[in-house]
Structures are given as C-alpha cells and as structure tokens.
C-alpha cells in the first residue's frame, strides 16, 4: 500500500511514455481562493483495475478528477489518460476517456435519444453506428421509454444513467465516473455493475468515486483514499482495507470522529 509518506512507487512515473497506467496523476494541484481543495496529489490507477476513490465531504475528489479528465485546469502538476498528456493533448486523451462528472450540466431541452444522438456525431461518429448503439444503451440502461422524454423531465438517477450512456457511447478504454450509484435504484445498479464489470474484464479500467463503502468492496481491485486533497493510502484493497472493512480503514485513516451522541441535546429532549 502507498501512503503519502512513502515514496512514489514505480508506477508512478513521469513522462508520456510511461504507459503502463490507465491513470496518472502527478503533482496535481488546485486552490481555490485561500482554500486548497487538491495539494500536490499523486495517484496511479493501473490498466484493467475496477478503482474506487473514497474520502469525506470536501476532500477533494471531484476537483481532482475533473482536472484528471480536462474539465478543469489544475493550478500545477499533470494528469496522462493511457498515456496521454490530457492537457498537452486533449484531443487524444478524451477519444480514450468517457466520464461521468458529478451534476453535469445537459441539454435540458432534448430527449435521452437526442442527446445520445447528438454526443455521438459530436464525437465524429458515423450516424448508423450511433443510432444502433444510442439503441443499444438505452436498451441496456432500461431507458427506451425515456429515450422520447425530455432531459429535463428526468429524475436524478435517470440522468445517472444517461450521462453514463454518453460517457460509453464512443467505446473509450477508461471510465471516469464521479458518483455512478447515487440515486439510481438497485436494479439500475445492478445492471451498471454488470456492465463496469465486463467493460473491465476485456481489459478496460473503471475509476469511479463514492460514500458507498461496501460498494467500493464488492466492485474494486484498488482503492484511493483522499484527505485534505492528498491521497493517503492507495493500491489493491486488501492492503488498504488490513484485515478490517474499508469502511472501518476508512475511519482510521481520516481520523473520524467516534462521537455524535453528545450535544444538540435540544433535539433529544
Ligand atoms: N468551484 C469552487 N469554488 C470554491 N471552492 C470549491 C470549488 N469546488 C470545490 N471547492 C472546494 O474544494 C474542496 C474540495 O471539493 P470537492 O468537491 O472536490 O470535494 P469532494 O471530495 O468531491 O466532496 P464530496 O464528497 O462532498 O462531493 C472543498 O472544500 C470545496 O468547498
């Protein structure tokens, strides 16, 4: 397992030709205002791995993948998707990358066809291969119906699972997902699983963040922890969850509080 007090491992690597991860975060940093929301943070996601990236409100985990993926410009360092520099050569590094951000922003004003629609010749795509895949992944997501509604007349989880239609819909080798579960019911989740899992058993790799800790166990071969815009602990995990939950890591690692039963005694009275 890597701490932050460890040195880099050798995954971690400089340079574009260092391609053996599927991720790579070196040095990323971003203040906002007085407040820096991710210090000098360094991560490695290896190809072909299932990653879960865990840590408190406000650790930092949207900023960090939103300047892993090009959506937003990190004040320092630099993020290579397979590769590729992903602000040196953007172009390159979003053909390779679909991603999933946290409230992304969509035309309202479409319906889940169009949009799919609308992505895909965005991407360059020939206009038979995106109606029969638009077909497919609404089919997939339990989505046709919808398919003829207006974004804007979606409930959160549909929008969930739209937005991960868009993110596949031009076959990238990695997923980027910020928070893929939240809203979505179970059985939506489980055919989301099942599809993260097959895309990467044939060799693809998922990063995807969450609350959801048992979620994280059952789905990921690696794990992140952020805290404080520092990744604190990283690799396969079992190393980083030691013999106890993740959740229970978890705790340890951040140093949560064990109380809660004491004050706001108002309320209990
Ligand atoms: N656009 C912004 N302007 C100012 N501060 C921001 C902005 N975006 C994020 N922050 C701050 O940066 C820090 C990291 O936020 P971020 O959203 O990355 O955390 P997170 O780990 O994704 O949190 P959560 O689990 O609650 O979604 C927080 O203190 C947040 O308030």
Redesign the pocket.
């Known amino acids: 397992m890597e701490t932050e007090f460890d040195p880099p491992s050798p995954r971690i690597g400089s340079g574009a030709s260092d391609d053996t991860s599927a991720m790579r975060l070196e040095s990323l940093g ?1 203040r ?2 007085d ?1 820096t ?2 210090d000098r943070l360094h991560l490695s996601v290896p190809r072909s791995s299932f990653f879960g990236l865990v ?12 300047m892993a993926v090009g959506l937003l410009r990190p004040d320092s360092g630099s993020a290579h998707i397979l590769g590729a520099d992903v602000w040196q050569d953007p172009v390159r590094a979003k053909e390779l990358v679909g991603v999933l951000p ?1 409230g992304m922003a969509m035309p309202e004003r479409l319906t889940g066809r169009e949009l799919l629609t609308y992505t895909g010749l965005l991407r360059g795509i020939d206009s038979g291969t995106v109606a029969q895949r638009t077909e497919e992944l609404l089919d997939v997501l339990e989505l046709t119906e919808a398919g003829r509604t207006l974004v804007v007349d979606y409930s959160a989880g549909m929008r969930k699972k739209i937005g991960l239609a868009a993110a596949m819909l031009h076959g990238p080798k990695l997923l980027v997902l ?2 893929p579960f939240e809203a979505v019911d179970p059985v939506s989740a489980g055919t989301i699983r099942r599809i993260l899992q097959r895309f990467v058993t044939a060799g693809n790799a998922v990063v995807f ?1 969450s ?1 959801v800790m048992a979620l994280v166990e059952q789905l990921c071969d690696q794990v992140a922890v ?1 805290a404080s ?1 520092r990744v604190i602990a990283s690799g396969p995990l079992d190393e980083v969850r030691a013999g106890t939950s993740l959740e229970d890591a978890f705790v340890h690692l951040v140093g949560g509080r064990t109380g809660g039963g004491e004050g706001l005694s108002w309320l209990a009275s």
């Open positions: 971003k906002f205002g407040k929301a991710v840590g408190p409100n406000g650790a930092g985990k949207t900023t960090t993948l939103s946290d910020d928070e963040s609350h952020i815009g």
